[in-house]
């Protein structure tokens, strides 16, 4: 992993964390006044999935939009610090940085904040962006979609890196979000969560079974996303019951958890995403690399805000040492 090189492509937002307890009602309103105890910042969306990378051992390099502000600043310092490369991050000045501040209470989130412009990113900056992509992807093992509904994600960026990946024999991965409608087809990884994958296929979700092997409504859904969008690999996470890995010709795999305990799901997603990708860049066979990121989310939902899994975590979770 450590030779490996990924790139990451998509929506970039600071995570700003209040970390509190609650010491009484208000008089105001029937609300609860946090006494604020702490705060700290992370990178978010596509910026976490490039820390997680980095996390592990691997080269990463960002790609995306910032504003012209101290939010855009904090995150290309949080990311220096953490060896995210983020030559790759354009400014652009019609656009704040997205900022998602969570106030955190005796380990419960009270609210969230978010401050953040959804427009699709205009085209000149999307020619922006796909030529720095373009000028790394020669050097690249794999390349990572994020795309959190926020606008820079768009058809065209997508249909430009979808041409340029399979020109050049790259890994191509995306975690989708059914709310901003894609074409999704073709991709070599696509990584929904159970929720996200009844929206794709445009199904209901019914009652969830104990055993997803034998979860009628979930194999149907799998098998009518790998028909219709004809990914390589289709890996659906279940929360507590794990992950299925499904593959055209090939009976599903169900990967059940290995959490301890889940103190906080922000940013599993993209811990799943990339630890995957990155397992599959460096030779991991899909199952090998299903597994491993079901080790790396299990590690990351048991820390505190939108953490990351090192490799000494890892050890420990895949020797089943908590």
């Known amino acids: 992993m450590a030779k490996t090189r990924v790139l990451v492509v998509g ?29 700290s910042y992370m990178p978010g969306g596509a910026a976490n999935v490039a820390r997680n990378l980095t996390a592990l051992g691997a080269q990463a390099e960002l790609f995306g939009v910032i504003g012209p502000d101290a939010a855009g600043r904090q995150i290309k310092h949080l990311l220096r610090e953490q060896n995210v490369e983020c030559q790759g991050l354009i400014t652009a000045r019609d ?29 000149r900056s999307i020619g922006r962006l796909l030529k720095e992509v373009r000028s790394q992807l020669n050097q690249a093992d794999a390349l990572i979609v994020g795309d959190y509904g926020k606008g820079v994600v768009t058809q065209e960026l997508l249909n430009a890196l979808k041409q340029d990946c399979a020109r050049r024999g790259i890994w191509l991965s995306l975690d989708p979000k059914p709310v901003h409608q894609l074409d999704l087809s073709h991709l070599s990884l696509i990584t929904p969560n159970r929720k996200e994958a009844f929206e794709l296929a445009g199904r209901n979700d019914g009652s969830r079974g104990e055993n997803p092997m034998q979860d009628r409504a979930l194999l149907e859904v799998s098998k009518l996303l790998l028909h219709r969008l004809q990914p390589a690999l ?53 199952i090998e690399a299903a597994v491993f990121s ?29």
């Open 11 to 39: 929506d970039i937002m600071l995570d700003h964390y209040l970390w509190g307890r609650v010491v009484r009602i208000s008089p105001e309103a029937p609300v609860p006044i946090v006494e604020m105890a702490d705060e």
């Open 95 to 123: 656009r704040p940085t997205s900022l998602k501040t969570r106030i955190i209470a005796h380990q419960q989130q009270v609210v969230r904040v978010d401050r953040e412009k959804r427009g699709p990113l205009a085209l």
């Open 234 to 286: 289709l890996l659906i996470t279940l929360g507590e019951q794990g992950m299925l890995l499904c593959q055209r010709g090939h009976l599903p795999f169900h990967i059940p958890t290995v959490a301890q305990e889940v103190f906080d799901v922000s940013g599993a997603g993209d811990t799943v995403i990339a630890s995957f990708t990155l397992a599959i860049a460096a030779g991991a066979s899909p």
């Open 294 to 322: 079901n080790h790396a989310a299990g590690i990351v939902v048991g820390k505190k805000g939108t953490a990351t899994a090192s490799p000494a975590d890892l050890r420990l979770s895949l020797k089943g040492r908590p």
